[in-house]
């Protein structure tokens, strides 16, 4: 016996309820921004320091990448530890990376490869909460499945926001297709939470709920239901700070029918043969889609792309999907980047929570290792074509200098003109500076 | 204590240690999970048609029933896996595991007139090995069964009735409705949990003009049972549903609905046998018919039967009778006084209060006396939450005990370590002390010299092979003599050694079952006896072995069984397992995943492998769907399809487990069916779909017989290249009524209008969900996308509320 169909009640005289009226503009999202929240931002938004870098696409492995396989080949280190692949030359001499990167190898003189990155975090979660915000985690790995996991501590995301603030047509912060684990604003709250995207823009029919509107409703229909959401909240417009709110559910009505808005997330207008250079996954999509909100004005594009916790059979799904779909997305990035000539304003980093433990393991996998992880930066002020740090023979650890999280952190706030020792009080008043500790790598800056 | 959920872990050290030593093959995949039957359960005295669901079910699989009342026919052989219905839990919801597949089959349950009120555990064996079972309720009222077809509330019949129905999917809430004739108590007592429904029942009750009258949330699992007071004609909506709107279709109930006084205990809660007693029967409405709990005093005749442990009692009021209540019968003098020395061996009832948080009583004893303490509190319908201490003559603690698992009610064996006065103090931790129902009943009494054997209700022995099955030996008051182990009735072909015997020095004993070489692969309820002799006295105890089903023991002893389910198996001689096994691999929703499977036979096996969806799912969320696939001999590796629905998130790592089933004669030369489970799990990560296909919004209000014109669009992916296929789909319950030609959608256009026609039935009227899907090939395999759109449908005479273009006049 199934429930008593609902019945169809509190509808408007023009048919539209309340919740389809306030869909519009609300991401829906918790913990995620919704336009008018946006715009309240925007109106309080720092001035930006002058920067190499205005925008940053942060390209997130999560469950961490097996950079021994990619970026940090060990081909003399014995088998189970070298795996099944090759390296290859890249077109900087004396660089080589992993055989399914094939398509990075040709343009490696336009990124720089981090390869002595390491910390002690070996956690998805904690680690996710540890790079992303530069602070430990007060929860053991598995222990809070909310997302974000950063309750406290902001992302570097939000501090991008929040110090930088809004530049064209679109929010400073994004996520895509999904929340970051540990990219909310933390006790910087709301308006410095990302807006995410929440489609995947692999999908034919991919769009932006915030920022669509029904192509039934008329204009006529459309004003009618602002009317309708005014009226509904006409009774608390006295107040200063309802009027202020009300303001921002205007400008949000102004974003979702302004043309240059709708345009930057309109991937279907790329030709087709980009679109499949970037690769039709999620990744490929996600990165193109970064490149138009940064053209549009983003400061900071976060692209979730799971299902790198490879502990079991690693080597089909590394080389079948994870290595070619990263190859493709970052190698495709970079170069679309630099042939609009965004490249020099724009940094992008490729990284995970962690690496993978360079002995394969009984299962014919890889486990977590956060001793040694490689990260490609590219553009943005980054010196290009070169290796920074190296690792042992069995890529276990750093055998130069280690840069750990606050340096990477800290390099990128450089780059973007962010001052790293800017201190904020939480609520309870308790100063927390932007990085704590930590300098900037200067071995990657031009 | 216990607490929402953790009775699913009430796990006895017992148990654990002999799953430890049994020793099985891990691929070889005996039918596990506990069953369901549906109807779960049956009035004594009639046949019953049921449906009886569990895990990796082969077609040969054999049914038993230790009660040999009972008869249990087989009507058909297990169809296909079950898959769960939409709708599905997202988000964190969605990291929960849902229940394990289940394959069903046709049975009929015969109950003898007479049968007393009660659970009947059902077991299940094939050639892979002995498996669980489940519960049929035997009950003693008229039954009726839930038309899972309404989408109205159904109406119940006088009380008492009792209710045969489950929560079949996700948000499902089952409404019961009835029309007081009088003034009175009702009782709704839910059976979900004992009968092996791992759900948490709501209980509900909404007046006529919607109010909710009363609620009950069983956060303990132990089952809610509700009393409530009607008025006459007024109509009331009994609503029942999991705690968090669960549903599946092994979440079958019973709901008993009686009307009448309710007893919720006694006192005392037990008599002598053979004597009359004055007994306080405490519960709702018993003095008054009102919906409070109050107390009368009535004399009791109890029955002097030594084989009886207890009698049902039904208390006759002037307000109705009410469901019976089950008084223990014992051989002490019951009193019925709180805190006073107690007349050791002996037992009495008291009540805890507010202000009277615990009660302490003594006893004399010597040193090296046994003693059995027992305080009964669940077991006689009390809300109390008893914990047990003795203190020695040195006012130190001897021992104390909380729970004696399954049950919540404890037994504490002492061995006296001086002579002197001993105090017991009951204790209660649910703070649930401020009713009169707050009542234990303590028993203390010498240990008798004895011993009990415990084993697991289960074996399987592979043909030509052994099995080492344990007998545990609890030993009571200075019970140190050999005991003698028999076996009886087991499988042809299978034996013991001779001269088994339990020395007085060891806990438990393996022993080896035998199975020769030619044996068929069979199974048989066997029998084990341990036999002893203290002094000149011989001491005979049947092994029993806790059976699973029942989720909510009310007693310890409630599910054992003494008929050990033995079967004789055959190897699987294949191996399956994935070419990415547990590896992630990315794939896009509304697709076909093709992951490449590896076939491995040994022992020169050459026949035909069946692959299908396992039982037992693992991460395997909101309807991924596997094939049932036949694998040649001479198929080494092969692509098995699994479909993902397109509305799966993308934000959640996926899996589906498979297992390899192929027909093998026995050594008889019967053929039988033996399954292996894949080694490793297929994982998939999950990506947007290639083919989607959208209605935009609109609400569609017609007059049902209006024929009207639909919207649709359809997004694609450049990789897809064939032809698109459009239908329509109709809810059963309007099937022929709506009425669209399925077709191919046009290239090069992403917007078609459909036209749709009606027929003026009041069928039709109503809100109804039509489901439009298109179908296209991607690698020859199928790519789908669907989109319901609402349809309000108004009686033909009645104006449409909203004006809608796409209404035609």
Known sequence: ?446 | MRSLRSTIVLTSVFTFALILLQHEAKAQLIPGGIGYAHPAGGKAGTKIEVKLGGQDWTPDTEFFVGDKRVKLEVLSAPGPVLMHEPPYWFDIKSFANDPSLPREISARFTLPEGMPAGPIHWRVANANGAGNGGIFMVGNTPEILEDESLRTPQQLPDFPVTVSGRLKRIEEVDRYQFKAKKSELITCDLFARRLGSDFNGVIEVYDQNKRKVVELFDTEGTDPTLTFAVEKDNTYTVSIRDVDYRGFRSFTYRLVVDSGPRILTAIPAAGKRGQKQTIEFIGIGVATGKAKIESIKKEVAFPADEKLASFAYKLETPFGNGQSYSLQLSNFDEKVTGTELIMAPGAVTARLTEAKKSDTYSFKGKKGELWTISCDAIKIGSNLDINLSVLGPDGKELASKDDSSPSMDPELPVTLPADGDYKIIVRDLSGKTKTLASVYRLVVDKTKTNFKLRTLPAASVPIGGTLALAIAITREAGFKEPVTLTFANLPEGVSVPANLIILPTVASLNVTLTCTKDAPASAVLAKITGTAKVADQTITNTTLAPLKGDLAARNPDSNLTESILVATTIKPPFKVKPVVADGGIRVHRGATYLPEIIIERNEGFKGEITLDMAGTQQRHRQGIRGSVVAVGPEVKKLSYPVFLPEWLETTRTSRIGLIAIAQIPDPKGKIRYVQAAMDGQITMSIEGAMLKLLHPPEELVLQSGASFELTLKLAQSNKLKEPVNLELIIPDEIKGLVTFSPMVWPTNSDTLKIKVATKPEAKMVGLWVLTAKVTTQFEKHPVVSETGIEVEFLPVKENPIAVNPAIKK
Not at chain 1, 43 to 61: D, E, N, P, V
């Open chain 1, 1 to 446: 016996m199934m429930n008593e169909p609902m019945k169809r009640s509190n509808l408007f005289c023009d048919g539209v309820s309340r919740r389809q009226a306030l869909r519009i503009g609300a991401s829906g999202f918790l913990g995620g921004l919704t336009l008018p929240k946006l715009f309240q931002m925007e109106a309080t938004a720092a001035t930006g320091q002058a920067a190499k870098a205005k925008s940053c696409i942060f390209l997130y492995l999560q469950g961490g990448p097996s950079t021994i396989d990619m970026w940090d080949m060990k081909p003399d280190a014995p088998a189970e530890i070298r795996g099944p692949y090759k390296p290859i030359r890249t077109n900087v001499v004396g660089t080589m990376v992993g055989e399914h990167c094939h398509r990075s190898a040709k343009i490696a003189d336009k990124y720089t490869i981090l390869r002595s990155h390491s910390h002690n975090d070996n956690g998805h979660t904690t680690g996710s909460h540890y790079v992303l915000t530069g602070n430990r985690p007060n929860f053991a790995d598995g222990a809070n499945s909310r997302v974000p996991v950063n309750e406290l501590y902001p992302s570097l995301g939000s501090i991008v926001s929040r110090e930088l603030g809004t530049r064209g047509s679109v929010p400073p912060y994004i996520n895509m297709p999904h929340p970051l684990t540990a990219g909310g604003p933390g006790f910087y709250g709301a308006e410095h939470a990302p807006f995410v995207i929440e489609s995947d823009p692999v999908q034919p029919d991919f769009e932006v709920k915030d920022l669509q509107t029904d192509e039934r409703l008329s204009e006529l229909r459309f004003k009618r239901r602002q009317r309708v959401l005014k009226g509904l909240e006409k009774d608390s417009v006295q107040s200063g700070r309802a009027n202020t709110m009300a303001t921002y559910y205007d400008k949000a009505r102004d974003l979702i029918t302004s043309p240059e808005a709708r345009k930057a997330f309109d991937l279907k207008s790329e030709p087709e043969k980009l679109r499949t250079a970037y690769g039709h996954t999620s990744l490929g999509q996600c990165s193109l889609l970064s490149r138009r909100l940064v053209e549009a004005g983003c400061r900071f594009v976060g692209v979730d792309h799971g299902s790198w916790d490879t502990h079991f059979s690693c080597f089909p799904s590394l080389e079948k999907d994870l290595i070619p779909h990263a190859d493709m997305a970052f190698s495709t990035l970079v170069a679309d980047l630099q042939d609009r000539g965004l490249l020099d304003t724009t940094l992008v980093v490729m990284m995970g929570e962690m690496g993978r433990t360079p002995r394969i393991n009984d299962k014919a996998g890889r486990d977590h290792w956060s001793q040694a992880q490689s990260v490609l930066l590219a553009g943005g002020g980054i010196k290009p074509g070169i290796i920074v740090g190296a690792t042992d023979k069995t890529a276990s650890f750093p055998t130069t200098e280690p840069f750990g999280v606050a340096d990477v952190l800290r390099t990128i706030f450089h780059l973007m003109g962010i001052d790293s020792d800017k201190v904020y009080r939480t609520p309870l008043g308790r100063p927390v500076p932007i990085v704590s500790g930590g300098k900037v790598i200067k071995e990657l800056l031009i």
